[in-house]
């Protein structure tokens, strides 16, 4: 009779039972035990901000596995309030407060602990917490009705998840963010969006700075600094990310990245024998690019803990990687992204194109239209798609789900038109914004037309003098007298450009925009049908641009 194996587990909140019940569901006669340090196992850390407005009305709901659950159908011996207190690799043992154990094989499931800068003055109170466990769940919301001014640290994704209903719940909220904007994993333009939302929301936002000092009297928080400026605050949440808890195994030899992220391969094996990982403790492979990422979501802790799982028991299953897709709710707006953007593909050194377009993610005659702004990054040789980001109040979670399995396919911006995407009224417009995000791509990549961003705008017109080119605005004059326009630029409707078109020089520079970008692309292409040869078409037109807080001057100037 085979020996009967006995795996072990250490980390019980997302990777840990997602292990268990794959490693059970493989092998019947295996002994697993899962450790865990406190009295709770996978609960949904993403679901806490979401009690402080009801929104999740129950704690019981937080709680999504239940220990007996894992002992009584999946037969695993549950060790909860039992820390692990030290790993032997070499003798295949488990110390833990109450004794030793040997394992077969051992599957480190830590996930990260939160990190908390240095604020002067914080360890004099108790009226702060980060917002990762239940002990955090439970100090906040017991105490949520004395709570007034509440001050969020960090605007990533919890941190604005917290802000959001905090704000919902009648609090007075200030997020605090040492980046120059918030959800700082999104391009800046993006992110100001969400700082225009949250302030809609009622939510005050300081960037650029962080929080160096509380001031605390008879050990209760009055208030925070923030540079020069005191922020009145009874409660401070801190969300500024966490670290992963790997030292158990770093100071064994265990391979790490520089976070101390534990190095593993798609069977999920560390680079010690017979010793898994999975979750927010370890990084996994870009596949856009092949190089290690640090990619801390629940949806890979729980692939990847599945895959650890059959595997330790004789499996051979793959986790192959990821590549960053995000999403999160800012008040009626949602901000989600995939892949590589701007700065990314910068920082890696990797070429890149951009299209940006705003399209209707509902049809104009569909009562209550809503309009989304997509942009979407590509190669520029062979137009392979390597991130895009969405934002807008309606339908972006099912584009940014397209986009991110076109980059998994590794479709290209050619490929998007021919996607046989699903079309009704109260879902989409005919052409939808990820097909006509791949036309505009398409046809920049075919030289048909240039695009310019608002920002590039910007500085175009501050490095060139104003007789080498000139900016065309063909809107309707009605526009213009109801929302302005960019400073410098000349008013040619587009229905009158035809008869007008000898106004302009095609020896100069034509930088051309409408309202969101459509007219401006058939402006542009009456130009270059004409024999002009430079003609910009601004990405997003005036609304992107005026959206991005750039200047705007209220009178038009004629051509």
Known sequence: MNKQETIIIVGGLSAGPSAAAKARRMNENARILLFEKTDYISYATCGIPYTFSNTIQSREKLLVVKPNLLENRFGVEMHLNEPVMDILPDQHQVITSAGTYAYDKLIFATGARAFVPEIKNLELTQDWSNVRSMADFDKVYNGLDAMNDIVVLGAGLIGIEAAENLAKAGKKVTVVELAPSVLAAWDAKFGYFAEQ?????????ITGEGISEVVVEEGKLKAVIVGDRTIPADYLMTAVGGRPNTEMLKDKGAETLSNGALVVNDKM?????????????????????????????????????RVAGANA??????????????????????????????????????????????????????????????????DPTTGTLLGAEVFGEKGADKRIDVLSTAIYAKLTVHDLPNLDLAYAPPFSPAKDPVIVAGYTASNTLKFVHEEISPRNLTTFQKETP???????????????????????????????????????????????????????????MILVNSGFTKVKNVQGGFFLYKKSGYEVVPQAVNA
């Not at 939302?197 to 936002?205: F, K, T, W, Y």
């Not at 992204?337 to 701007?342: A, K, M, S, V, Y």
């Open 197 to 205: 939302a949250l302030n809609e929301g009622g939510v005050d936002v």
């Open 269 to 305: 094996e560390t680079s010690l024998a017979d010793i898994y990982a999975a979750g927010d403790n370890v990084s996994i492979k870009n596949l856009i690019n092949g190089e290690a990422g640090y990619f801390p979501m629940g949806t890979h802790s729980n692939k990847g803990g």
């Open 313 to 378: 028991v004789g499996g051979n299953e793959r986790f192959p990687g990821a590549y960053g897709t995000a999403i999160v709710k800012v008040f009626d707006y949602t901000l989600a992204r995939t892949g590589f953007n701007e700065r990314a593909l910068k920082m890696r050194e990797i070429p890149y194109q951009s299209t940006l377009i705003i399209a209707g993610a509902t049809p104009g005659f569909y009562p209550n239209p809503k309009d989304l702004i997509v942009e979407i990054y590509y």
């Open 466 to 524: 104003s007789e080498d080119y000139q900016l065309v605005d063909v809107r309707n004059p009605q526009e213009l007298a109801n929302q302005g326009q960019v400073p410098g630029a000349i008013n040619i409707p587009l229905d009158q450009l035809r008869e007008r078109i000898n106004e302009l020089d095609p020896a100069k520079q034509q930088v051309i925009y409408c309202q969101k970008g459509l007219r401006g692309y058939l402006a542009s």
